[in-house]
């Protein structure tokens, strides 16, 4: 049985199918009108290369397709989101129950307009709360949110006032109005936090939720898939449709890039990473500290604060279509780009402006006859023409000069990028780490932006181009719960609270068909100065021991995580055979070698590495070591 994993970008849709003799890679142009367009293509390719007379006949051989995406990164960067509705505790209108103003302008306008923020007294009743619902409705809200001051543990008043919206407002009436409690959606004793991520999450839930159930409906109805399609979460695992909050999906696609550096940091032994991944649309900075992805604990959601641990995630909008202008004297990148559609200039589809993938093919890093192995043909001369006008006659500069200065452009930028994530870990200096770069553009970056570092390796993946892909392909199916525990507090009711939600995620696993023999199960106790690390075990055998060390506790969480089976990287033998491609008809301007020809293999820079749908670029001074399974390791001079 093969599994899918899908990863849709703002420009291109990476897909890795494992469960065969070898995994197989595919990339397609995002469809940002209709994501599930370009998901459907891409099985569609799956099906074809593998030789299925029709797409039925391949799902009928797939057990889970996952699916990772910016599609709710895209609503929030976007403010694409419904009108929004807001009940607070009296006094909370306009401070939303923080002392930052920064806080509060984070969100206000950005997902809730200070007009729909309303304030509801804890003892109105069913005709004030009726009345203040409809006030929001007749205002065009689409959404109301009920976040009450207090409301940590039990949300007993926000559940009292759902109640009789749903009674008042049912949802077989076109004049319902979805309504969601804070307290349902993160068990959390920070009010802001429980406010702030119930916004987050009712502003992206549409988008997600239509694209995920008309993906299904194509799926099952159409095709009578009978598999499962498994949504990636910022934790680094995935769960079904129905156990996913759409807020727990943003930026699942680079993230899942991130845990699969993660997962190569802890198998290689990299003590320190820095991550980077350019695609078509965003650059992308994480960092990684003994096999661990660095999180911190009052993290945010593109600006939005929650008092929560969040991954550091740093990003920019660079990527292959990222526009360049000229600004003074200097050659400035983003953050507009031309996307998927019409493309850059060199796409052939309209697209005018001069942009990075322009560069590049002026360069002859990309070559046009192989772009997304061979099924689109660049033009040489539109990139030429672009560049030209938009940036070397204004500068008055050589064509090829100002092609470099776009490229050097955008090295600067990722390199400046990954100095601000690195501010935020206490690695000190950076001698000692290794850049990890993927994603479409990365690896045409990652030994350029080292040099500015002062870093001295770099790692290449073969499936680098489809990164997010492959950290999906190796992610576990992965259920969290949490409860509140409150006083009086003893070992015996601490473990109670453990055994209630072991069986919780056991009746869950099991009634989605998954054997909890090839489950584990992991604990954490929180205070509010203090937690635990991840403890595996039975609730009867851990919790105690961790109860006993730590003072007062108020969280208990529990990760159930159900091992699907991780993605095999094929072996290959070193070649006899060694040599750089012929440049005859291929317009290659550097020494250009087949990626199956190089395991195994040490290469030199300047040159490139072609692997069909992607290309590794190493500079100057750079050594390029290639292993039995295409991954490599470049390192300056004789440093090894």
């Known amino acids: 049985m093969y599994c899918v994993d899908i990863d849709t970008g703002g420009t291109m849709t990476d897909t890795l199918v494992s469960g065969g003799e070898s995994p197989l890679l595919i ?21 074809e290369q593998l030789g299925y007379q029709n797409l039925k006949d391949f799902l009928d051989q797939v057990r889970f397709i996952r699916w990772t995406s910016t599609l709710t990164s895209n609503v929030l960067a976007q403010g694409k989101g419904p009108k929004l509705g807001l009940i607070v505790s009296p006094g909370a209108e306009e401070n939303l129950y923080t002392s930052d103003i920064a806080d509060v302008k984070a969100v206000i306008p950005k997902l809730v307009r200070p007009e729909h923020i309303v304030a509801l007294s804890e003892h109105a009743d069913r005709i004030q ?15 109301i949110n009920i976040s009450f001051k207090g409301a940590f543990p039990s949300g007993e008043r926000e559940q009292e006032v759902l109640k009789i919206i749903d009674e008042q407002f049912p949802d077989h009436f076109l004049g319902s109005v979805p309504a969601l409690a804070g307290s349902e959606m993160l068990l959390q004793p920070d009010d802001m936090s429980r406010t702030f991520y119930a916004l987050i999450n009712a502003y992206v839930h549409n988008a997600l939720a239509n694209s995920l159930f008309k993906a299904e409906d194509y799926l099952k109805a159409e095709m009578g898939w009978r598999g499962d399609i498994l949504v990636g979460h910022l934790s680094g695992g995935v769960a079904r449709i129905g156990k996913t909050k759409a807020v727990d999906t943003i930026e699942s696609g680079p993230l899942f890039g991130t845990h699969a ?7 290689e032994k990299c003590s320190h990473v820095i991550a980077i991944d350019i695609g078509g649309t965003t650059g992308k900075v994480s960092v990684i500290t003994d096999g661990n992805v660095e999180t911190k604990l009052n993290g945010s959601i593109f600006g939005i604060p929650v008092r929560m641990p969040m991954p550091v995630l740093r990003s920019n909008a660079l990527g292959g279509g990222s526009i360049a202008r000229v600004e003074g004297r200097e050659i400035n990148l983003g953050p507009e780009s031309m996307g998927a559609a019409p493309g850059p200039a060199c796409y052939g589809l309209g697209g005018s402006e001069a942009t990075l993938t322009d560069a590049l093919v002026l360069l002859k890093i990309i070559s046009p006859s192989t772009f997304l192995g061979g099924r689109r043909t660049l033009d040489l001369a539109l990139a030429a023409q672009a560049v030209s006008e938009h940036i070397a006659e204004p500068l008055n500069i050589p064509i090829e000069e100002a092609a470099e200065g776009i490229v050097a452009s955008a090295t600067k930028m990722m390199a400046e990028l990954a100095t601000e994530a690195i501010t935020e870990t206490d690695w000190g200096e950076t001698d000692q780490a290794e850049l990890f770069a993927y994603g479409g553009n990365g690896p045409l970056f990652g030994t350029q932006i080292a040099d500015i570092l002062g870093i001295s390796k770099v ?18 199916v992965l259920h969290v719960y949490e409860s509140a525990l409150t006083a009086p507090l003893t070992g015996r009711s601490v473990l109670q609270s453990g055994e209630a939600l072991y069986g919780q995620a056991v009746r869950d696993l099991e009634g989605e068909g998954f054997d909890i023999n090839d489950s584990s199960f992991c604990w954490r106790l929180s205070s509010a100065s203090e937690q635990s690390d991840l403890v595996d075990g039975s609730a009867n055998e851990v919790l105690p021991r961790i109860y006993s060390k730590m003072n007062e506790p108020t969280m208990l969480r529990l990760e159930a995580r159900y091992v699907v089976g ?6 290959h033998k070193k070649r006899d055979s060694f040599q750089a491609l012929s440049k005859e008809g291929r317009n290659l301007a550097i020494d250009t070698y087949a990626h199956q020809d190089c395991y195994g293999q040490s290469i030199s820079g300047p040159s490139l590495v072609d692997g069909g749908t992607f290309t590794w670029f190493v500079s100057p001074g750079w050594i390029l070591d290639v292993d039995a399974k295409g991954n490599a390791l470049a390192y300056k001079g004789l440093v090894s």
């Open 261 to 267: 550096s993660a997962y190569i940091a802890k198998h």
């Open 459 to 476: 790692r290449f993946f073969a499936y680098g181009t489809v990164f997010s892909a492959y950290g999906s392909a190796i992610s576990d």
């Open 129 to 143: 709360i009726v009345g203040t619902v409809k006030r929001l409705i007749d205002q065009g809200i689409r959404r």
């Open 27 to 47: 990339k397609v142009e995002s469809t940002p009108h209709d994501i599930t367009e370009s998901f459907r293509q891409s099985l569609e390719q799956a099906a």
């Open 566 to 571: 991780k993605v095999v990287l094929p072996s």
